[in-house]
């Protein structure tokens, strides 16, 4: 309904409701008498009924609505949980001095930034937490994106041109394949963490530029990139390397520097990218290599250019989450000793978890159907933890991932394990051999 300047209507409601009359311009407006064609655009979204089929029994584990902070135990429909499926792993999304540190940035810089880096976007803070994270990767410089999925897109699309290749790990993040997708240079996927199979690609391509790229710590599995020889067979092929850290800063390496600083290789991995979405807290992304690579990245990173900045609490939480992953490390030690008594329980249980080596534990079991159900039984036994099945995982491959967090107390470790044996036990799904 339009309204007149003086807030009375304009006296055209006809047009909208139904009386069959023309809205002047012969398409829009009066959905009862002409409607619109249905393109055939929309056909695969009016066939699409995986997700109600999983909703209809029950069985629907995604967009889980929390009314609680993402912590060690959250709130779902009025019920506590136990989360052991966050990427918190430093456990500071609800820290007192993160949240403080937020609200200080809000109240003097606003909520938004209103733009891009490249033009307004850009705060006295954005330069400070750039600097910060160089020093803390052990890079000349660094630039952070909004998210960490945007510093993937930026970073392997601006790097590869046409005349170069890419080589991913086939298990690398969804981010990673959409960058090397979105930049010109052609892809391709070895076997996981294989890397004689690297080396054979890498050997077959005449490529000008290679750019070999790995997740640090999977995703889904929780073993960490064999990065030692990946080092080794990149350099025989003149390839340059590139590791997303997402699930390693704040976890691996010397203060949670990450996977390269792990393996103390820092100097022989030419990119580190990551988010501030999990260890640290927040939201937003970057990326440390030479000032150079950074510069170039600065003007040719499109999800840079045309996105707008971090907003300024996400800035001022990373930066604090940061300080405090540098400042205590028994989080840290903390992180890995709950890391090691989950998933030695979930050994003992005799589930099989891969070869996960982090915070990340898998719980392989199999096909997605046992995945599902396995997942219900534990949600509604109070334990939060996701399913994840192809094309995230091989088929037949479907797995239950669970992850740590440093804050969690043993209890409720404890907890949650005497919650899965009884739920798997009353499903029959306890592994043969317990
Ligand atoms: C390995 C990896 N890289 C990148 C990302 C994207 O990070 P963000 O959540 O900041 O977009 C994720 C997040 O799930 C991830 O797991």
Redesign the pocket.
């Known amino acids: 309904m339009s309204q007149t300047r003086n807030g009375t209507n304009s006296g055209n409601e006809s047009r909208f409701h139904g009386n069959g009359a023309s809205n002047g311009n012969g398409s829009h407006g009066d959905h009862g008498s002409s409607p619109i064609p249905r393109s055939p655009l929309f056909k695969k979204c009016d066939t699409f009924d995986k997700a109600e089929a999983l909703r209809r029994v029950g069985m629907y584990p995604y967009f889980r609505m929390i009314e609680s902070a993402q912590d060690t135990e959250v709130t779902i429909d009025g019920r506590r949980m136990i989360m052991l499926g966050s990427n918190s792993y430093m456990g500071l999304t609800n820290d007192p001095r993160v949240k403080e540190a937020a609200k200080a940035a809000v109240e003097r810089y606003g909520s938004g930034c209103a733009g891009s880096r490249f033009l307004n976007g850009t705060l006295d803070i954005h330069v400070q937490l750039e600097e910060e994270i160089a020093d803390y990767l052990g890079k000349e410089a660094a630039i952070v994106f909004t998210?960490?999925?945007?510093a993937?897109l930026g970073v392997i699309s601006a790097l590869t041109g046409r005349e170069d290749n890419v080589f991913i790990d086939r298990t690398d993040?969804a981010?990673?394949v959409d960058g090397a997708r979105l930049g010109f240079g052609r892809v391709h996927k070895f076997l996981h963490n294989d890397v004689s199979d690297l080396d054979r690609m890498l050997g077959n391509s005449n490529s000008r530029g290679k750019l070999v790229v790995v997740?640090g710590i999977y995703?889904m599995e929780g073993d960490i990139a064999n990065l030692p020889e990946i080092v080794k067979v990149a350099r025989r092929h003149e390839a340059a390397i590139l590791v997303?850290d997402?699930?390693a800063i704040g976890v691996l390496g010397n203060q949670g520097r990450g996977t390269a600083d792990h393996f103390n290789l820092t100097d022989e991995v030419e990119v580190i990218a990551g988010?501030?979405?999990k260890s640290l807290a927040s939201?937003?992304?970057y990326v440390g290599a030479d000032k150079s690579i950074i510069d170039f990245l600065r003007h040719h990173a499109r999800s840079l250019i045309f996105s707008a900045s971090m907003a300024p609490a996400c800035v001022a939480a990373t930066q604090k989450a940061l300080q405090i992953i540098k400042e205590e490390p028994e989080r840290r030690e903390k992180l890995w000793a709950n890391t090691e008594f989950l998933r030695t329980g979930l050994q003992s249980l005799g589930f099989d978890t891969g070869e996960s080596e982090t915070p990340i534990i898998p719980v392989v079991v199999g096909d997605s159907e046992r995945c599902f159900l396995i997942w219900r039984a534990l949600h509604e036994a109070g334990v939060f933890v996701n399913p994840v099945v192809a094309p995230a995982t091989p088929a037949n491959r479907a797995l239950i991932r669970f992850s740590v967090m440093a804050t969690h107390t043993t209890e409720q470790i404890t907890e949650a394990l005497e919650i899965i044996e009884k739920s798997m036990k009353s499903l029959g799904a306890m592994p043969a051999t317990a």
Do not use: K
Request: charged share 10%; proline share 0%; glycine share 16%.
């Open positions: 998210t960490g999925y945007q993937n993040h981010s990673i997740d995703s997303d997402a699930h988010t501030f979405s939201i937003g992304g």
